[in-house]
Structure formats: C-alpha cells, structure tokens
C-alpha cells in the first residue's frame, strides 16, 4: 500500500462513525478545530485501540544542518516521557530518512520477550528497525501533510495487538491526526526563513546560559555583532524576544 491508499484509507475512515474526527474529508476546514489536548486524546483512543501503552507524534524538523525527529506530544502530555528524548534523539535518524522517503511502518522488539516480534513479523508491509528507544518494543507510522510536512506517530508496549487489517486502519487514522495537528502548528512545522551558522551558534550560546558579552567572547565578535545576529535570528523565527527564539529553535530542533 502506497502513501496514495493510505490517503484514501484515511478519506474513507472520515466518514465512519468510529473515526476520532468525525465525518469530513482531508480538506475540510474543521481540521482547525483540533487542539493539541484535543489530539492527544484522540491519540490515546489509537493506543487503547490496539493496547499500546505508550504513544508519541513527532514532526521532522525542517533544520538547515540535520533533519531529526521534533517531538509535538506524548502520552506523558503536558510533559515529554524518557523515550520521547531517546526517540528525538540520534535513534531517530534512520527512521527520520525512511519517513522522507515512504509511509512503510516500522517496527522493533528489545523488551526481553518474544511476544512482539512474533506479532509484528507476521504483518506484511512493516519491517524491522533497530530499537527507537532502548529495552521497549513499538511500531512507527510514517505520516504526511500539506506543504511537505511529514512526521511519525509511535506506539510503544510489550502487549500491542496489531493485524494486517487493523495496520492499514490505524496506519489511516494516524494520517488524519497528523493532518490535524499540522494544521494547528503551522508556525512551527512549516519551513523557517534560512537562518546561518553564526545565527544558530549564537543561539545556542544563549540557550547555554551565556551573555551577549559572552557569546562575543567565545566567537570572537563585537558585542553589537552578536547582539545583531542574535536579533535576525529572533526576526526569523518570529519570536518576540531571544528566549523565545531558543525556545523555538530548540523545539524546531535547530539547535540542541
């Protein structure tokens, strides 16, 4: 099945009463009613559905230097859970290729039993990965939106339950929640205005606890140069102040 059937899947899962959204198509405006609390819960439905304990949305960054998995939220919402930052952290960079590329699931088993790899190895389609996050077992669903966007939904549990039926219908709902939740965030997960190396290393100079005067120091600059990169990289990211343009860039995974 293609990122086309998946689609269509989706459209068709719009119109059932089971469907978390409701009745309406990918294009309709009801869309931007969802919430981010709102899509949370209805992640949540997702995992009970298939008796995940554990749940994440991530975007795929659209970061000058590297691509890497930015998480939205996860079951532990508001707070972010210890594989959340396994998972958005170097684990995630094989997975954040493959999602550029297709909408293949992927799957893995390093919980100690076999439970899962016999569930997940008898569905076509979905093949193995190396561990997102260390001594867990899940399944990733690559998923796409308007404007290029693209993503993951991932479902950790040593007791998922998960058929080849079942995967295309979930595989479907996770495409519309992530259709939903692109659409409330496009601030965030649309691409930024280039923003240069010196930008981005004065920012994360910042985002480390240093001072203008500081950061002029460690790269060598005038403070007023410093202060100006500072400021275009604010302008860029359409922050109000340099806080909250470390804020963004760290959650647009622009710098670390």
């Known amino acids: 099945m293609k990122q086309a059937d998946i689609k269509q899947a989706a459209e068709a899962l719009f119109n059932e ?8 198509s990918l294009g309709s405006e009801t869309h931007q009613a969802v919430t981010i609390p709102d899509a949370v819960r209805r992640c949540r439905w997702i995992s009970v559905d298939i ?21 939205c939220f996860d079951s532990d919402y508001p707070g972010i859970a210890v594989a959340t930052k396994f998972i958005s952290g170097a684990n995630g960079e094989e997975i954040v290729r493959h999602t550029g590329n ?6 893995w088993a390093d919980d100690g039993t ?18 997102l996050a260390p001594g867990t077992s899940g399944i990733a669903f690559p998923v796409h939106a308007e404007r290029g966007q693209c993503g ?10 998960i058929s080849q039926d079942t995967l295309y219908e979930i595989h479907a709902r996770c495409f519309s929640l992530f259709a939903a939740v692109a659409r409330i965030r496009p601030g965030d997960t ?10 981005l290393e004065c920012l994360k ?9 500081e950061i002029a120091r460690l790269l060598k600059l005038s403070v007023h140069t410093a202060n100006q990169y500072l400021t275009q990289s604010t302008q860029k990211l359409n922050a109000v102040n340099r806080n909250q343009a470390v804020a963004k860039a760290l959650r647009l995974g622009l710098i670390e």
Request: a positive charge.
């Open 114 to 131: 076999a439970a899962m790899s016999e569930t997940f190895s008898g569905l076509a389609w979905a093949e193995q990965m190396a561990p």
């Open 102 to 107: 297709s909408t293949a699931p992927r799957w």
């Open 190 to 199: 649309g691409k930024t205005r280039a923003i240069s190396k010196r930008e």
């Open 152 to 161: 993951l939904v991932v479902f950790l549990g040593s007791e998922i339950t």
């Open 17 to 24: 009463q089971h469907n978390p959204f409701g009745a309406f």
């Open 205 to 213: 100079l910042t985002a480390n606890g240093n001072t203008s005067e």
């Open 51 to 71: 008796n995940a304990s554990a749940f994440g949305l991530f975007f795929v960054s659209p970061s000058p230097e590297r691509a890497r998995l930015v998480p």
